[in-house]
């Protein structure tokens, strides 16, 4: 069964930064692309960020673009994502998948963005 298990999340003020980490295990985790996506009050589903088995490719919404970064090491069977600048729009519960839809995710990390 796959595992994913994310953490690192927090409340921090406008313009403040956090890294999440994504514990994947129970599955070959190197031969999967992993997706970060996130949850809103009251929203569906928003994919923020994909990145390639490899790490080779790596995408982006636009609403988090130039202040995110996603990063994986397979040895660890880990998937970060360093979020800085973060506002009050990126209020959400965050989870990593391994599918682009977010059916297969963890249980997700609270981040809070408030002054």
């Known amino acids: 069964e796959v595992q994913l298990v994310e953490s690192g999340g927090g409340s921090v003020q406008p313009g403040g930064s956090l890294r999440l980490s994504c514990a994947a295990s129970?599955?070959?985790?190197?031969?999967?692309?992993i997706y970060w996506l996130r949850q809103a009050p009251g929203k569906g589903l928003e994919r923020v960020s994909t990145?390639?088995?490899?790490?080779?490719?790596?995408t982006y919404s636009e609403s988090v673009k130039g202040r995110f970064t996603v990063s994986r090491e397979n040895a660890k069977n880990t998937v970060y994502l360093q979020m800085n600048s973060l506002n009050p729009e990126d209020t959400a519960v965050y989870y990593c998948?391994?599918?682009?839809?977010?059916?297969?995710r963890g249980q997700g990390t609270q981040v809070t963005v408030s002054s």
């Open positions: 998948a391994i599918d682009s839809r977010g059916t297969r």
């Open positions: 129970a599955f070959t985790f190197s031969g999967y692309y």
């Open positions: 990145i390639s088995n490899d790490s080779r490719f790596r």
